[in-house]
């Protein structure tokens, strides 16, 4: 039958697709410098990010403004608990970590995951008294939560440390971790998405009283999106931990989660696809665009570096997206490999009329 | 605790209550017509502060000049803010609105930090504003004394405004039944604008009577006291301006209140507003007031 | 045992009251039909039935289950689908996938089998598949399974919703004013289609309409309401003969039989 066979090839092609990623991985790993590297793991960190909130606000609807608060709950778990103890020590100056974690030290990829699912747990705490509300309170209660958890890490001195955070991280991330956590993200959601429980969540979405009278249990589905995007999101928090080898409470902050949110606005809230590009470009464009935040050289000018202009023109770009690209990039659009097909079915298609039309 | 610190911390308590209540109500009038959370308006309130400075520094003004030109440049500023941010998302759905708002907010604040630079500045404090008075024991400052009274002034204008002027009427009308109001031909468009040009003007009247008692003002200033104010909203009932002046006194008395009452909580204080918004929000969204 | 009890429900809003002591037995199998003017009251019976108001008296029993306090979602779980009278699709979703979201409630895989593809989800997806295919070819809307709900023609999206509630495999099945802006004759193949439905998978209807005439043709019993109060019951040809149901009618212009 017609409809196997494509399924076939397209698994192919996906375990194709996924082979030459590992490979570029492994080159990169051994033949990139440090700078690319850093790029390569932040902008799969992003797209991990970017698609979580996607599930939350752009599939199932709920507009959360809490992302940062899920990551630090990943990036302080995960670390607090794979750091070894002499770290810990040095890290506790002022006061000490409290018992067990003081001691306690496991390796990269279980810490992480309890850092995930403690996140998870973070999202149904967050998620559950959220059903009360919607639209611009369920914005601003979400936002409220994230500050909160911002600022008692900042406060709790003998978990957290504080405000200084915690410093000299060992260095665990790197692309296998970050692109392959970032591949399995974007697998679970774009097949949670395409199950029944995706069009669940897309009924919420897009009329919640019908979708009750079809039989839909909203809490349950809307506090689903919130586990799933937080345990993602946590996992990403502990990533990015480990890369900058510092957890500083202060740098989850607001600003963190408007590129979240910008990354999904601009890619279609509601486009796994979208998300993964967006992902990556901000990732990009952030780090090159420090560049106008240093001197530079043009054409014999000396120009002085503008602190600051970065974020401003993130600014500038949000409300650029906003006004007139509401839809973001994609839309709704995903990538498949059949559309792809038939995009290039059409282009041939033209080309050979063309021909025609020329003899 | 004595008396006297006891009425001192009232005092302040007060005043900065009803500058949160000049902010708040501009918060509560905006969403009482548009049903829009300007999240830009703490940043307004920022944005007064520097226009205020740079026309005494850059421009030379007395200051009594400084505080007109700096309030009348907000409220055009809130005004511009109004007619390309929110107004051509007016028929979009309330995502956009949203993020047109979050937008907005980011932007002052970065482009406060290019031009004015992040680091913080000093507020001219006039030396009149800085004496003190003694009142039975208790040491007012005359900041605090202009504050309110500034305060109250603001507020039977505004009172004038709504109740005893066309404008107010159609303010009332949209914030009521938007619909109905439009199609008995209350000019939208310019009843919107105006909700935000007095909104400014009373964030900026805030603005400089907050930075004339902290005289320390930067790009960021605007969140936190933004925060709060809008919580006061929330907690008065948003919609309510009523409800923004008694939920700003309130948040101004706690806030004053809990640093002076409970000091080894001063570095918590910051999630009490939050803690106290998310509250409201779950179990009693309509606040105090309801919606008026 | 009845399918259906309502027994005396009244709803009031405030100083209002919508709907006042109404009540209504239903079995298995009939086609009855709840009619008045606009505002009378009819869709907030509904509304009771299907769990999204609760009403401030009385009491409901489906199958013997009492439904009064239930959520929704659990109202339909038990059998009771019901449509709107604005049609209310999941407009960026497909057409297949709106029926296929009607499959949901009864899914008995978990989140993770779905994710990770597990024999369960499979066997059950498939199953989910079969069933809304065969679902739309008969009522020829297969052809159109890929598009937008919402770029369909209006009569299609009316079927597609009326699907939709038919993939919630109910027993009951709640149908508020179908017709609405219909011209005469959609209105008749519409009310064609609908028997031909309840034939077919043995349902049990309760239908909303405002316009007599196209009820007299189908319904078996009817229920009039005006103002909130139950003003006449009967079969179609008393209910056309009673001046009370006329007057009701007339005094608000609605009388075009």
Redesign the interface.
């Known amino acids: 039958m017609k409809m196997s066979q494509s399924k076939h090839r397209n698994t192919w092609l996906t375990l194709g697709m996924l082979v030459i990623i590992a490979l570029g991985i492994f080159w990169a790993q051994t033949k990139c410098d440090p700078f690319v590297l850093r790029i390569m793991n932040v902008a799969a960190i992003y797209v991990i990010l970017g698609v979580s909130l996607n599930l939350i606000s752009g599939f199932t609807g709920q507009?959360s403004?809490g992302h940062a608060g899920f990551m630090a709950i990943g990036a302080y778990v995960s670390a607090l608990l794979y750091m070894s103890p002499q770290v810990k020590a040095v890290n506790f100056f002022i006061k000490p970590l409290i018992w067990p974690l003081s001691v306690i030290q496991m390796p990269f990829f279980p810490a992480l995951l309890i850092g995930g699912i403690v996140t998870g747990i973070a999202g149904f705490l967050v998620g559950t008294?959220c059903l009360?509300?919607r639209?611009?309170?369920l914005?601003?209660?979400t936002f409220?939560?994230s500050?909160?958890i911002r600022?008692?890490f900042?406060?709790l001195q003998r978990i957290t440390n504080g405000p200084l955070g915690l410093k000299g991280l060992p260095v665990f991330t790197n692309l296998w971790w970050s692109w392959g956590f970032m591949v399995f993200t974007v697998f679970?959601i774009k097949?949670?998405v395409d199950?029944?429980?995706g069009?669940?969540l897309?009924?919420i979405?897009?009329?919640e009283?019908?979708?009750?009278?079809?039989?839909?249990?909203?809490s349950y589905h809307k506090v689903?999106s919130f586990v799933?995007g937080a345990f993602f999101a946590g996992i990403a928090g502990g990533l990015l931990g480990s890369l900058l080898m510092t957890v500083d409470p202060n740098s989850f902050n607001v600003?963190l989660t408007?590129q979240i949110?910008l990354i999904v606005?601009l890619g279609g809230?509601?486009s796994i696809t979208g998300s993964v590009i967006m992902g990556i470009a901000i990732a990009v464009s952030m780090e090159l665009l420090r560049v106008v935040e240093s001197p530079m050289n043009i054409f014999g000018l000396h120009i002085p570096g503008?602190?600051?202009?970065r974020?401003?023109l993130?600014?500038?770009i949000?409300?650029f997206v906003?006004?007139f690209f509401?839809t973001g990039l994609l839309g709704?659009r995903e990538f498949s490999w059949d559309g792809l097909f038939a995009f290039t079915g059409r282009i041939k298609e033209k080309l050979s009329s063309k021909g025609g039309q020329e003899a | 605790m004595t008396l006297t610190f006891f009425m001192q911390n009232l005092m302040n308590g007060i005043a900065l209550g009803f500058i949160f209540a000049l902010i708040a109500i501009g918060y509560t009038m905006v969403y009482g017509v548009v049903k829009l959370v300007n999240f830009a308006h703490g940043d307004i309130f920022m944005m007064a502060t520097f226009f205020v400075y740079f026309s005494i520094t850059l421009f030379g003004l007395p200051w009594y000049l400084a505080f007109m030109a700096g309030i009348i440049l907000t409220i055009i500023l809130g005004v511009v803010v109004e007619r390309f941010a929110y107004r051509p998302l007016r028929t979009a759905p309330r995502i956009s609105s949203l993020c047109s708002a979050i937008g907005m907010s980011f932007l002052l604040e970065n482009l406060a930090v290019v031009v004015f630079g992040g680091r913080q500045k000093s507020f001219y404090r006039p030396d009149f504003f800085s004496r003190t008075f003694t009142v039975a024991g208790v040491r007012v400052l005359t900041v605090t004394l202009v504050t309110i009274g500034i305060s109250l002034l603001a507020l039977l204008v505004l009172n004038y405004l709504l109740y005893r002027r066309k404008i107010g009427l159609g303010m009332r009308a949209l914030s009521r039944d938007f619909d109905t109001a439009r199609l008995m031909g209350i000019n939208v468009d310019q009843t919107i604008t105006f909700t935000f040009a007095i909104g400014s003007g009373l964030a900026a009247i805030g603005a400089i009577l907050w930075a004339l008692r902290y005289p320390q003002i930067w790009p960021f200033m605007g969140v936190f006291p933004g925060w709060r104010a809008f919580t006061a909203a929330i907690i008065g009932g948003i919609g309510s301006i009523r409800g923004a002046m008694v939920g700003g006194l309130l948040i101004g008395i706690i806030t004053i209140m809990v640093v002076a009452l409970l000091p080894s909580l001063a570095g918590i204080k910051d999630i009490f507003i939050f803690m106290i918004l998310v509250a409201v929000l779950l179990f009693k969204p309509d606040g105090l007031f309801g919606e008026e | 045992m009845s399918l259906l009890v309502v027994d005396t429900i009244t709803k009031r809003f405030g100083g209002l009251t919508a709907v006042s002591e109404f009540s209504l037995t239903i079995e298995e199998g009939e086609l009855v039909g709840l009619i008045g003017p606009n505002g009378a009251g009819k869709t907030t019976c509904f509304n009771m039935i299907t769990r999204t108001y609760l009403p401030t008296s009385g009491s409901i029993r489906f199958q013997d289950v009492e439904i009064t306090e239930k959520k929704t979602h659990e109202v339909t779980a038990l059998g009771v689908a019901r449509t709107f009278q604005n049609i209310r699709l999941f407009h960026r979703q497909s057409v297949f996938d709106n029926v296929r979201v009607g499959f949901h409630l009864r899914l008995k895989s978990n989140v993770l089998s779905a994710v990770f593809g597990l024999p369960g989800y499979r066997g059950e997806a498939a199953e989910i598949d079969r069933r809304a295919e065969e679902l739309l070819k008969t009522v020829g809307l297969w052809e159109f399974r890929n598009e937008l709900s919402g770029s369909l023609p209006y009569g299609h999206q009316r079927k597609l919703e009326i699907v939709r509630a038919l993939a919630t495999q109910p027993k009951l099945l709640l149908l508020d004013e179908p017709a609405a802006g219909m011209n005469p004759e959609e209105s008749s193949e519409l009310m064609v289609f609908i028997r031909r439905l309840q034939k077919e998978f043995g349902l049990t209807i309760l239908l909303i309409e405002h316009d007599m005439k196209v009820v007299m043709g189908i319904c078996e019993r009817l229920s009039v309401l005006d103002h909130g109060l139950t003003i006449a019951r009967g079969t179609p040809e008393e209910i056309q003969n009673n001046t009370q149901v006329i007057e009701a009618y007339l005094g608000t212009g609605e009388h075009n039989a």
């Open positions: 507009f403004l008294p009360r509300v639209g611009d309170y914005a601003i209660v409220g939560f500050e909160i600022v008692l900042c406060n679970f097949r949670l199950s029944s429980y069009r669940a897309k009924s979405r897009d009329n009283s019908a979708a009750m009278a079809m039989g839909i249990n909203l689903l799933v600003f408007y949110v606005l809230m509601g503008i602190p600051g202009m974020m401003l993130f600014a500038v949000l409300m906003v006004l509401r709704e």
